[in-house]
């Protein structure tokens, strides 16, 4: 079985013509079960990759040895990360098992990308404050609830008005990480702030439907289920993109929420001009979150719940570093 990589092109060949019709039953099948965009793009991205790497041959035609040699050239020849070898291994196994109706057999032989095992960067509280400060307005509230609350950036930029608990000083994740639900806090420095982010947000919803939009989209079937959800404040972002834009799922123009690049943008300027000698990214304020917790002596189990990891291994990651030196541990010079 040879493997030419993507050095055929798809127009060529007695196969050219079956990859568009093949894409378009994954994506509606991805869509009936209600998986996101994001999700959608990158199974669509790895099953083309796939098709062209073994045209003119139909993906029918092929067997788990063919997934086997894409998988291992993808680590050997392409040097990619584990979790992209991962999104990679669950496309396939999207397109045998849901589209084409094929159970492929447990790949044995593939040879997996190692991943490496790496600490989080964390700033000092000194340094967080310090590019909090560089931060302003929408940018800012953002980032301040990625530290404060340690939401992920796209939690962060994803949240919903009905979501936001000022009363009782939480937020509400939906639908995070593992399709998981789950309580955070809301720090009450930013209450200030966040209510008068929300009180924006009401002004432009209200012109959005003077101009005749204003409705949202919802996730899964609850634009079925409630139609008139989609127009009520509740469901409206509350990092709303500054435009309205058409989703590439149904056409309709919409508001979308604000695109994360504009918080990793904003805060790559911010640590440079900090000069940190470590890389800072939004991801960052959220370790900075779970470690500087940890430092408070809050309990690991409850860390574990604001952070919405499924095992508590995961979080113990942090205890490595704690500013008491590897591990945690105190020097004996400094006894």
């Not at 050095?7 to 994506?27: C, D, M």
């Not at 931060?135 to 950036?153: F, P, T, V």
């Not at 900075?288 to 113990?316: M, N, P």
Request: charged content about 25%; aromatic content about 6%.
């Amino acid at each position: 079985m040879s493997y030419d990589g993507e050095q055929t092109p798809i127009s060529s060949g007695p196969g050219a013509g079956r990859e568009p019709r093949l894409l378009e039953q994954v994506r509606g099948r991805m869509r009936l079960k209600h998986y996101s965009l994001r999700t959608e793009q990158a199974y669509l991205y790895w099953i083309r990759r796939y098709i062209r790497a073994w045209l003119p041959r139909h993906p029918r035609e092929l067997d788990g040895a063919a997934v086997e040699a894409f998988l291992t050239r993808l680590a050997t020849r392409d040097h990619v990360a584990a979790s992209t070898q991962n999104q990679a291994l669950s496309a396939l196994l999207f397109l045998y098992r849901e589209v084409l109706g094929v159970d492929l057999p447990w790949m044995e032989n593939v040879v997996r990308a190692r991943r490496p095992q790496r600490l989080p960067v964390v700033l000092s509280r000194a340094q967080v404050a310090s590019l909090l400060q560089k931060l302003a307005g929408r940018e800012a509230l953002m980032a301040g609830l990625l530290y404060g609350s340690g939401l992920r950036l796209m939690e962060c930029v994803r949240l919903r008005v009905k979501d936001v608990g000022l009363e009782r000083n939480e937020l509400v994740v939906r639908d995070g990480k593992g399709g998981k639900d789950r309580m955070t806090v809301l720090p009450g420095a930013l209450k200030e702030a966040l209510a008068r982010q929300l009180a924006e947000v009401r002004l432009l919803h209200a012109r959005d439907l003077a101009c005749g939009h204003g409705r949202v989209y919802l996730p899964h079937a609850l634009a079925r289920k409630y139609p008139s959800a989609a127009a009520e404040l509740a469901w409206q972002y509350v990092f709303p993109a500054t435009r309205l834009s058409e989703d590439p799922r149904d056409g309709v123009r919409r508001r979308h929420h604000v695109d994360e690049k504009v918080l990793q943008k904003a805060v790559r300027r911010a640590a440079l001009e900090c000069g940190f000698d470590r890389p800072a990214t939004p991801h960052t304020l959220r370790h900075c979150f779970a470690t500087h917790l940890l430092e408070s002596g809050a309990d690991i189990r409850t860390v574990q719940e604001l952070l919405g990891h499924k095992d508590v291994a995961t979080t113990q990651i942090y205890t490595h570093v704690l500013n008491r030196g590897a591990l945690g541990v105190l020097s004996p010079l400094d006894r």
